[in-house]
């Protein structure tokens, strides 16, 4: 039984093909797709099923920031709020923590709080963090501690930390900054929300 191939333009049976060796001077294309899918799926599958490592401290999701507050209504400032003292010094002149998260990076800064100067700055590429290292929780839990430990030989001891961002480094700055010995008053999130936020890049192909 001889079946007909189409080729180009001409017809040719399967006893002429195999007798001619169109088999053997064929390019190597595939003539189906399904092991390269077959490969695709399994690879999505992996990452599917593979869960992150988390990098960061312990606990990190679940760290209680207030666990000093007793009452809920001290969690939120009033209007007694800037006039209240920390070591002499009203809470409107206490230094303020710029910490700016992003998933790339994460750069902490000390301002003063009349005039807006920089004080001290560290980021997780000045720790000695490079390439993909600078955007994890490690980077960041490790700048927020040199950070603090310098802002404490400087002779700061009360902060306020204002976060800025979105990314692996919010909570791990923060825990930093409490594991050096600075004591933080208060805590700021200045995230900017876009309600009518530009169309969203289309979702990577795994």
């Known amino acids: 039984m001889s079946v007909l191939f189409k080729i180009g333009s001409s017809l040719v049976t399967s006893a002429a093909r195999n ?34 490592r988390d990098e960061g401290t312990e606990g990190e999701g679940t ?3 207030d666990s000093v507050i007793q009452l809920r209504s001290d969690m939120f400032p009033n209007e007694r709020t800037p006039d209240m003292l920390f070591n002499g ?18 750069i902490l800064t ?11 700055i560290r980021s997780c590429g000045i ?12 980077a960041a839990q490790s700048t927020a501690i040199t950070f603090g430990t310098n802002a404490i030989n400087r002779g700061y001891t009360n902060i306020r930390v204002r976060v800025r961002g979105l990314g692996p480094g ?35 192909r795994l």
């Open 170 to 204: 919010r909570m791990s700055a923060i825990k930093g900054l409490q594991m050096a010995g600075l004591n933080i008053i208060s805590i700021t999130d200045n995230t900017p929300v876009s309600w009518y936020p530009p169309r969203p890049r289309k979702a990577r």
């Open 63 to 65: 760290v209680n920031v």
């Open 19 to 52: 007798a001619a060796g169109f088999l053997a001077c064929s390019t190597n294309r595939a003539l189906h797709a399904s092991g390269a899918c077959q490969s695709k799926d399994e690879r999505r599958s992996i990452l599917l099923t593979n869960q992150r």
């Open 127 to 138: 720790e000695g963090f490079k390439n993909t290292r600078k955007g994890t929780n490690v």
């Open 89 to 106: 010094l009203p809470f409107s002149q206490v230094p303020i923590c710029n910490i700016r998260v992003s998933k790339n990076n994460t």
């Open 110 to 120: 000390i301002t003063d709080p009349a005039s807006g100067e920089a004080r001290l």
